[in-house]
């Protein structure tokens, strides 16, 4: 580490660089929900008149100072705007630029390793649940600081890495947004292929009315609810007072903070937490099977995922474990088209929730099983390569936060 200096942050970082963007002028706005847990990629933007705000542009790093989206991971390398673009973003960032001393990949990183955060976090101020960094006081916390070619180096490594998850994400985007397609054509419009191949509904199909859906349906198709899809089932929540109820080697134990954070993927394994049998046994907790559609079912209702081994729920969730007549893959896509209903059934003064009862209640189109499984037969091959691509992006973000700590401490060398 011969090459390595111990310096004040502020050294070889820029903290808030001078950026400006007359009020009252159009520009792209980052606000602090495109950023996501320890994700690179900022999630988008929007077109806002400028009224103040942190400014940045192309190579900054956008920091959350406020409690929880700092200790949640919220960081990210600003890439989506034009050369020499000026956008705007949440008064709660943080914006970091590299100098002379740095690269703007390595700023990047350095902000992600456990080593800053924790310093970040030392220096949060203010009452709880509103505490904010005191940037002063970061700027002046020592960390050891490479060379900027070894600084280059680190960061081609840890790039490498996040540039082939980018690339998964984009892939299963188009293979996401084709399924979606797929269902809208076969269960919306009604263009599965006839016998003939062609487009059932364009090319003529017999369509008959159905007075509980107020629509005309194809001949064979009837009305049903959710019910019918599978069994409904709800989760409980372990006495966190009881250490006995909990096991790191146990069923994983899903909460809607879980699919939160497993925000873009479709399927989910675990969560933070596992619960032990003994658990299980004193909850009555029900162990639903690889397959099961995650819903959750209040604050907020809405976040989807399909369970990808046996696991268990708390009682935010109404899940619907299939019952072997309709695939997993027909039910994610026919509940995610009823959300709107879902929530629309909710009820609640404080959070909104949809109930069990009220759940199974709710109608839908049952379309023929022939039809069912031929569409599942055609989807199976996306989803799994869904699933793949998933799992691939696990490890290979373990990998990368697994080497971060290790290169930004200099106890993994490059050359």
């Known amino acids: 580490m011969g090459d390595w ?15 400006r963007i007359p009020k009252g002028t159009i520009a792209k706005k980052i606000a602090m929900d495109k950023l996501t847990a320890f994700e690179r990629k900022i999630q988008g933007f929007e077109y806002s008149e400028v009224a103040g705000g942190a400014k940045f ?3 900054d790093t956008l920091l959350a100072k406020i409690t929880p989206c700092l200790e949640n991971g919220k960081t990210a390398l600003v890439d989506i705007l034009d050369d020499d673009e ?9 914006v970091l630029r590299n100098n002379k001393k740095s690269t703007s990949d ?6 992600r390793s456990p080593a800053f955060r924790k310093k970040a976090i030392s220096c ?7 505490k904010r960094v005191n940037e002063k006081a970061l700027q002046l916390q020592e960390l050891p600081i490479p060379n900027v070619l070894t600084q280059k180096n680190i960061a081609a490594i840890l790039s490498i890495l996040d540039a082939k998850i980018d690339l998964n994400n984009r892939i299963n985007t188009e293979l996401e ?12 419009q009604f263009d599965f292929p006839d016998g003939n191949g062609k487009p059932y509904k364009f090319s003529g199909g017999k369509m008959v009315w159905n007075e509980l859906l107020k629509r005309e349906v194809p001949k064979g198709w009837k009305s049903g609810t959710i019910s019918d899809l599978g069994i409904i089932s709800g989760g409980s929540t372990p006495s966190m007072a009881v250490a006995a109820y909990f096991d790191e080697t146990g069923i994983p134990w899903i909460t809607p903070k879980d699919l939160s954070a497993n925000a873009g993927n479709k399927f989910i394994a ?11 046994k004193k909850t009555s907790l029900t162990v639903m099977p690889r397959g099961t559609v995650l819903l959750s079912s209040r604050a907020p209702i809405g976040y989807m995922a399909i369970a990808r081994q046996d696991l268990s729920t708390n009682q935010g969730f109404k899940s619907i474990i299939p019952n072997g007549k309709y695939s997993s893959a027909f039910i994610y896509y026919a509940i995610k088209n009823l ?3 879902i929530v629309n059934n909710a009820s609640g003064s404080t959070f909104k929730e949809i109930s069990g009862s009220v759940l199974k209640s709710i109608t839908t189109c049952l379309p023929s099983y022939q039809i069912m499984e031929k569409y599942t037969s055609v989807i199976e091959a996306s989803f799994k390569k869904q699933e793949s691509i998933e799992i691939e992006n696990q490890s290979l973000a373990a990998l990368r936060d697994w080497l971060l700590p290790m290169l930004m401490n200099g106890q993994v060398q490059v050359r």
């Open 339 to 341: 959300i709107p209903v």
């Open 177 to 188: 947004a084709m399924a979606k397609t797929l269902y809208d054509y076969w269960f919306v």
């Open 270 to 280: 675990r969560g933070e937490t596992n619960v032990s049998q003994l658990g299980i």
């Open 106 to 111: 390595y700023v990047y990183y350095l902000a």
């Open 124 to 130: 949060m101020e203010g009452t709880s649940g509103r």
């Open 86 to 94: 000026v956008a705007f973003g949440s008064t709660e960032f943080i």
């Open 57 to 59: 542009k192309n190579g």
């Open 5 to 19: 200096q111990v310096k004040p942050l502020s050294d070889f970082i820029q903290f808030n660089p001078s950026e």
